[in-house]
């Protein structure tokens, strides 16, 4: 740590502590932050229009970890990276993982594939035609025996099923089917493992989607059992929803399996975490904060025109700030306000810690941790290029658009 930023630090703490916060208690929480990246994050994305790959992108599972390494080792917070089967199909699982231990690495949820297949143009776990719904369910199956394979505990499932056009289907028959074929899905899990259950207000279908919105992800997953739990997306809502109020009833129901971070600013937009609304990522964050134990934190971004390391770096870095933040909330003083009726009283004590600069912290605790103090600066100052990014050649085909 230089000179000028001790001085920065030794002055918040300073701040801090004249405030009655537990200054070290908060650092141990940060140093705990753990975030799972997404593999595809790494690969070849675009839009409905074309991408725009550029040089140095993974050819295949074992150079996205590659990525996903270089992203922990700057910002010692990202050990844990999420799988996408058929997208990171492999013979041999185990090489995986030892691959990925070797670069204090963890293989995290694996996610299956329900929208790839033409035969799920109508619908895969919710398909009227049985023989889909069977290959839908396999293919399922298959993504937790993979997750045995590679030590998960989370299987994050995100449904595309919907439909577009009233009258195309029975909205009831649809749903039975689903819990059917989700009921032989969580027989098959080990006693370790949940069944992440994420939902999405829209696309591809724009007429109904089968699992819409939180309520009816909690509903399945409460038909389910206890290892059935809601992932939340960011960017799965409507305009204006107020997602840090479905975090907060989903936590206190224990129904909280896990979150998706991006930012939207008009649909599934999947831009860099708290680059659209940081406010709302910190009010999230203030929800999270509040358990005793964080739930799974995914990063799930497609970039398009940014540099996918360097996109990826920053959004870690955004929720390694956003969740200082939140632990600098006085919890006890906020509960006496909204006590009180005091609402703008309750409400600058929320804006208050919004405010506060915790770069300083956020660097210091990188640091002991052995990364860097600014990571962004350290990858654009780095040799990344040349020691990983010059020998590949491939088109990078592999991966796409996460869910």
């Known amino acids: 740590?230089?000179?000028?930023?001790?001085?920065?630090?030794?002055?918040?703490?300073?701040?801090?502590?004249?405030r009655g916060l537990d200054v070290g208690a908060i650092e141990q929480r940060l140093a705990d932050h753990r975030i799972e990246t997404p593999s595809w994050g790494y690969a070849n994305a675009g839009t409905r229009f074309g991408s725009y790959p550029p040089a140095g992108l993974p050819s295949d599972p074992f150079e996205k970890f590659d990525d996903a390494a270089e992203?922990?080792?700057?910002?010692?917070?990202?050990?844990?990276?999420?799988?996408?089967?058929?997208?990171?199909?492999?013979?041999?699982?185990?090489?995986?993982?030892?691959?990925?231990?070797?670069?204090?690495?963890?293989?995290?949820?694996?996610?299956?594939?329900?929208?790839?297949?033409?035969?799920?143009?109508?619908g895969s776990l919710v398909n009227t035609d049985a023989a889909i719904r069977r290959l839908?369910?396999?293919?399922?199956?298959?993504?937790?025996?993979?997750?045995?394979?590679?030590?998960?505990?989370?299987?994050?499932?995100?449904?595309?099923?919907?439909?577009?056009?009233?009258?195309?289907?029975?909205?009831?028959?649809?749903?039975?089917?689903?819990?059917e074929c989700l009921a032989e899905v969580y027989a098959a899990l080990d006693d370790e493992m949940e069944l992440l259950v994420e939902y999405k207000l829209y696309e591809p279908a724009f007429?109904?989607?089968?699992?819409?919105?939180?309520?009816?992800?909690?509903?399945?997953?409460?038909?389910?059992?206890?290892?059935?739990?809601?992932?939340?997306?960011?960017g799965h809502h409507a305009q204006g929803v107020n997602i840090e109020q479905i975090v907060a009833f989903l936590d206190d129901e224990d129904r909280l399996g896990g979150f998706h971070f991006n930012n939207r600013k008009y649909g599934d937009d999947d831009l860099i975490v708290g680059s659209v609304n940081p406010f709302e990522l910190f009010l999230?964050?203030?929800?999270?904060a509040a358990a005793p134990k964080l739930p799974r934190l995914t990063i799930d971004q497609a970039h398009v025109i940014e540099s996918k390391i360097e996109g990826m770096v920053l959004s870690v870095v955004n929720l390694q700030e956003a969740f200082a933040k939140a632990l600098l909330v006085d919890r006890v003083a906020l509960a006496e306000r909204q006590a009180a009726g005091d609402v703008l009283g309750a409400h600058e004590l929320l804006l208050d810690a919004f405010r506060t600069d915790v770069r300083p912290l956020t660097a210091k605790v990188r640091e002991e941790k052995?990364?860097?103090?600014?990571?962004?600066?350290a990858f654009r100052d780095g040799d990344w290029w040349e020691r990983v990014g010059s020998r590949r050649t491939a088109a990078a085909t592999t991966g796409g658009l996460g869910a």
């Open 1 to 18: 740590m230089s000179d000028t930023s001790r001085t920065d630090y030794d002055r918040l703490v300073e701040r801090l502590a004249a």
């Open 71 to 122: 992203v922990h080792r700057l910002t010692g917070s990202a050990p844990l990276v999420a799988i996408h089967i058929p997208w990171d199909q492999l013979d041999d699982y185990t090489a995986l993982k030892q691959h990925a231990a070797s670069l204090g690495l963890e293989i995290g949820t694996v996610n299956p594939n329900l929208f790839g297949d033409q035969r799920y143009k109508l």
């Open 136 to 179: 839908a369910t396999d293919h399922v199956l298959e993504c937790i025996e993979i997750a045995r394979q590679v030590g998960s505990t989370g299987i994050s499932l995100w449904l595309p099923d919907g439909t577009n056009y009233a009258g195309q289907d029975s909205f009831v028959a649809r749903r039975r089917r689903l819990h």
């Open 207 to 234: 007429y109904a989607t089968d699992l819409a919105d939180w309520g009816s992800s909690l509903l399945t997953c409460q038909k389910l059992g206890p290892k059935a739990k809601v992932l939340v997306d960011l």
């Open 284 to 288: 999230i964050y203030t929800e999270l």
């Open 370 to 377: 052995g990364a860097a103090a600014d990571p962004v600066a």
